[in-house]
DNA sequence: CCAAAAGTGTTCCGTCTACACCCATGG
DNA sequence: CCATGGGTGTAGACGGAACACTTTTGG
C-alpha cells in the first residue's frame, strides 16, 4: 500500500471538450468521428484521459490546444458524467468543457489532420455515449449565463458589428431579436466601445465596427442584454 | 490488459455532499470533523469514494443516506473539482453535489453518530481542502436557481408559513425582503397552495400554513420569485 | 393592555416591447 | 436605380420597489 486510500478503486478519468464556433449566422459544434475502439466511426466530441501530472482544467487546456492549436480559451466546466456503462468499453467518468472560439482563429488544416467538423446545432447527429447530453447541458448553460457573463465576444473577431453581434445572441437563444431594442442596450454598455473602422466585406453602406473592453467591463459589475 | 484504455492510469473518484438546512431563520450546512488521515481532526464536508459498481449520483445518493438515513433528497451536482495536489494523501478528484433537508427530518442520533453538526454559513470555519471553495460554489448555485426552481420547500416542513418560507430567500439570498412585495409574488403562484392548518407555535394570532403542491408546478412552466 | 407576529394595497418609476422608415453604397 | 444591409425613436404595457397601518391574541 502505497499511500492513505489503498484500499479504495481508482477508474478512469477524461475529459471531454464541447467546443462552439459561430459561423454564417449559426452556432456550430465541433465534432468529429471516433477514431478508437469502442465506437470507431461515430460522431463524438473531442476527449482525453486526465493523466496524473496535470489537474482538470489543464488536461481540458491540453485536450483543446491539442485539437485547436489555441490556448487561453474561454472554457467553463459543466459537469462530470459518471453512469456505470456511459462508455460501452470501460469505465470512465468524464468532465465536460465547453469553451469557445472564433471559428477564423481554427487552422483549418489543424482541423483536418483532426478530422473533425463544423455542425450547425440543429443539424447534430446522435453522438457517441452520452456526448449528446453533455451538448444539451452545455447549450443550456450557455444560455442562462449569456444574459449575464460577457460570452459572446469569445465567438467573434477582435472587432465586429452589432449585427454580427445579434447574431449570435439569436444564435445561442435560438429566437430573433429586435434589432432597435438590441441596440438601445448595446449602446447602454460602456464595455462594447465603437472604434474607428468600418466593415465594408457584409455590407455595400459599410457598417461601424465595435469592440468589447475587457478592462470597462470589469468596472462595471453585472450586466443585462 | 484487460480492456481497452489499459495504457491510461486511473485515479481514486470521490464524491462530497454540502448539505444545507434551515434552522433559526439561518441557512446551516452540515459539517464535521475528519475522521481519517490526512487531516483527521478538521473540519470537512461528508463525502465518500464512487465505487465500481454505482455511478456518481448512486454513490452521493448513498453518502448522503449514510449520514443521514434519508432518501429522495434535492440533489444537485456542483461540479468537479480536481487540482493536482488538493487532496493532501494522494490524488483525489471528486465531485461535489449539493442536498437541501429539512433539519427537522433528520434524527439527532444519527446526526450525533456521525458527529457532524449544523454550522450557520456565515460562521464557517476553514475547512478541509477545497471545501470551502466547493461550498461558495453550491450557494452561487442556490442563489442563481432559488428564483427559477422551487428549491425552498425542501428546506421547510411540508406546511409551512408564509413568514417561513421568507426567510428561506431571505438566508439563501442574504438580503430582506418587502413582506408585502414577497406575499404578493407568491400569491401569484398557483403552485402555493394554502391550506386549512394554522400555525399558532411562532405566533399568537396564529398563521396560515402553506403547502407545496408539485403537479401544479408541473403544470405552469418557469415562475420568478 | 401591550408586545409580537400576521396580514393587507397603492403609487411610482424604470424597463421591456412593439413597431416602420430613411440612409448609403456597390453593382 | 435598385437591392442590400445599416441605422434610428417613441409610446404603451408591464413588472418591480417603496412604503405604513390594522388585526389578533397570549401573557
Not at 67 to 82: I, S
Request: net charge neutral.
Amino acid at each position: 500500500m502505497t499511500g492513505f486510500y489503498g484500499e479504495h478503486s481508482k477508474v478512469f478519468v477524461s475529459v471531454d471538450c464541447i467546443v462552439f464556433g459561430f459561423d454564417n449566422d449559426k452556432l456550430k459544434l465541433l465534432i468529429g468521428r471516433r477514431q478508437m475502439d469502442p465506437g470507431r466511426g461515430e460522431w463524438s466530441l473531442y476527449g482525453g484521459f486526465v493523466r496524473e501530472d496535470e489537474s482538470l482544467v489543464e488536461a481540458a487546456n491540453r485536450v483543446l490546444y491539442t485539437l485547436t492549436g489555441l490556448t487561453n480559451l474561454y472554457m467553463k466546466q459543466v459537469g462530470a458524467f459518471g453512469a456505470i456503462d456511459r462508455d460501452p468499453g470501460e469505465r470512465v467518468i468524464t468532465v465536460a468543457y465547453c469553451a469557445l472560439i472564433n471559428v477564423k482563429d481554427y487552422d483549418e488544416n489543424i482541423r483536418k489532420d483532426h478530422g473533425v467538423e463544423w455542425v450547425s446545432i440543429d443539424e447534430m447527429p446522435k453522438l457517441y455515449s452520452d456526448h449528446n447530453e453533455m451538448v444539451r447541458k452545455a447549450i443550456t448553460l450557455l444560455r442562462r449565463r449569456i444574459g449575464t457573463e460577457p460570452l459572446s465576444f469569445n465567438l467573434l473577431p477582435e472587432l465586429f458589428t452589432l449585427t454580427q453581434l445579434q447574431h449570435v445572441y439569436e444564435a445561442i437563444l435560438g429566437e430573433e431579436i429586435d434589432k432597435r431594442n438590441f441596440r438601445k442596450r448595446v449602446k447602454s454598455l460602456d464595455f462594447i466601445e465603437k472604434t474607428e473602422h468600418i466593415d465594408k466585406v457584409t455590407s455595400k453602406r459599410g457598417a461601424i465596427l465595435y469592440r468589447f473592453n475587457k478592462e470597462m467591463y470589469g468596472a462595471d459589475t453585472s450586466f443585462r442584454l
